[in-house]
């Protein structure tokens, strides 16, 4: 098995578990915990934008997990880069899909404070 097949079977693996872990978020069934969800002062002080920031961080984990896996294949597919670089590109796609859902779902819990919709 080569690095590249290694390589997508991780990503791919990985960015099932990302989605199966984003839907309980997406359909509001998280309540506020110690562990599982998006978790600011904000959204623990707040239940109306605890279940929203959670919905849109799955949301966006998922549309990015989906996105990581699509890209896994097409260089799998492709194999235009070196194995070395290749790994790099899978750290890369199995770390971004949490990091721009989370950089979103910063940017929403801001807008949603900054339109008073609950107290700081």
Same mark, same amino acid.
């Given at each position: !098995?080569?690095?590249?097949?290694? #390589?997508?079977?991780?990503? &791919?693996? &990985? &960015?099932?578990?990302? %989605?199966? %872990?984003?839907?309980? @978020?997406?359909?509001?069934?998280?309540?506020?915990?110690?562990?599982? #969800?998006?978790?600011?002062?904000?959204?623990?002080?707040?239940?109306? @934008?605890?279940?929203?920031?959670?919905? &849109?961080? *799955?949301?966006?984990?998922?549309? !990015?997990?989906?996105?990581?896996?699509?890209?896994?294949?097409?260089?799998?597919?492709?194999?235009?880069?070196?194995?070395?670089?290749? !790994?790099?590109?899978?750290?890369?796609?199995?770390?971004?899909?949490?990091?721009?859902? #989370?950089?979103?779902?910063?940017?929403? %819990?801001?807008?949603?404070?900054?339109?008073?919709?609950?107290? *700081?």
């Amino acid at each position: !098995m080569s690095i590249f097949e290694k #390589g997508l079977i991780t990503i &791919c693996v &990985c &960015c099932a578990l990302f %989605v199966v %872990v984003s839907l309980p @978020l997406i359909f509001r069934k998280v309540p506020r915990n110690p562990v599982y #969800g998006y978790r600011t002062r904000a959204t623990l002080r707040d239940d109306a @934008l605890w279940y929203e920031a959670n919905a &849109c961080f *799955g949301r966006w984990f998922l549309v !990015m997990s989906v996105l990581a896996s699509g890209i896994a294949v097409a260089l799998d597919l492709w194999r235009g880069v070196s194995p070395g670089a290749y !790994m790099k590109i899978s750290i890369v796609l199995l770390i971004a899909p949490v990091v721009v859902a #989370g950089l979103l779902t910063n940017r929403f %819990v801001r807008s949603w404070l900054a339109a008073g919709r609950v107290g *700081g």
